[in-house]
């Protein structure tokens, strides 16, 4: 059983000058990654506004966990997207490096859930629904890119940077989105409030991690925040 803060332990012993296989180390990165999206789902479903607009008091448990558990979906999909953004800006060299850390996330839940005891049946359930979130949101964000240059083009002409802006939103407007769906049980309708504070949510959680992946270039990052402020004002 993978033992997170074992095998942390053993690469601070290491050094810098005795790296591990690229094949280890993005299995501690996927690791501690999902660490961070189970967190940032716990804190947000105890968020007093959230839970006010989903009528958390109203609901079963079973339904309260399946709230839960979107909320663990959408930041595990969100990880996903980020480490195969297009737009990510990293040497290309750390293109392949990537892509082993995006297929270890799901993994890295799974064996998480294991730790805390989950049955195999159940488990064998949790991947099947990390695959399901994450074909789905792949599809999505073709037409969520389609709709935001419908958008931003009704206003001026699109320039490069309007692109690059909207192709570094699509991670966050996509699973926004895609969460808000299943946690309404597609009932949205009145519920742009909730949307705005999940996209919020989710936001802060997309800027946390992408800004570290690219070395703390956030300026375009700046410049994406204040677009989604815009989103969530509107």
């Not at 339904?63 to 953004?85: H, P, S, Y």
């Not at 206003?155 to 692109?163: G, M, P, R, S």
């Not at 309404?184 to 519920?191: I, L, M």
Request: charge should be neutral.
């Amino acid at each position: 059983m993978f033992n997170l803060q074992e095998e942390i332990k053993k690469l601070k012993a290491r050094g810098r000058d005795n790296p591990l296989p690229p094949e280890k180390m993005a299995k501690i990165l996927s690791h501690l990654l999902d660490q961070a999206a189970s967190n940032k789902a716990f804190e947000f479903f105890q968020d007093k506004k959230f839970r006010e607009l989903v009528g958390f008091n109203k609901l079963e448990q079973i339904e309260q966990d399946r709230i839960f558990n979107e909320l663990v979906l959408a930041g595990i999909v969100l990880l996903m997207l980020t480490f195969e953004a297009p737009d990510l800006r990293i040497p290309q060299e750390l293109k392949g490096y990537f892509t082993l850390v995006k297929d270890e996330i799901p993994e890295a839940h799974l064996a998480q859930l294991e730790q805390y005891g989950i049955e195999k049946k159940y488990l064998a359930d949790w991947d099947k629904l990390i695959k399901m979130r994450y074909d789905e949101y792949s599809e999505d964000k073709f037409e969520v890119r389609k709709a935001a240059m419908h958008v931003e083009s009704r206003e001026k002409d699109l320039d490069t940077k309007d692109i690059l802006d909207i192709q570094m939103l699509l991670p966050i407007q996509t699973v926004a989105i895609g969460c808000h769906h299943h946690i309404c049980r597609s009932k949205t309708e009145g519920k742009d409030e909730l949307f705005k504070l999940i996209l919020r949510w989710l936001s802060r959680f997309y800027i946390e991690i992408r800004i570290p992946l690219e070395g703390g270039k956030i300026t375009p990052l700046k410049r994406l925040w204040v677009k989604i402020k815009r989103i969530m004002t509107a």
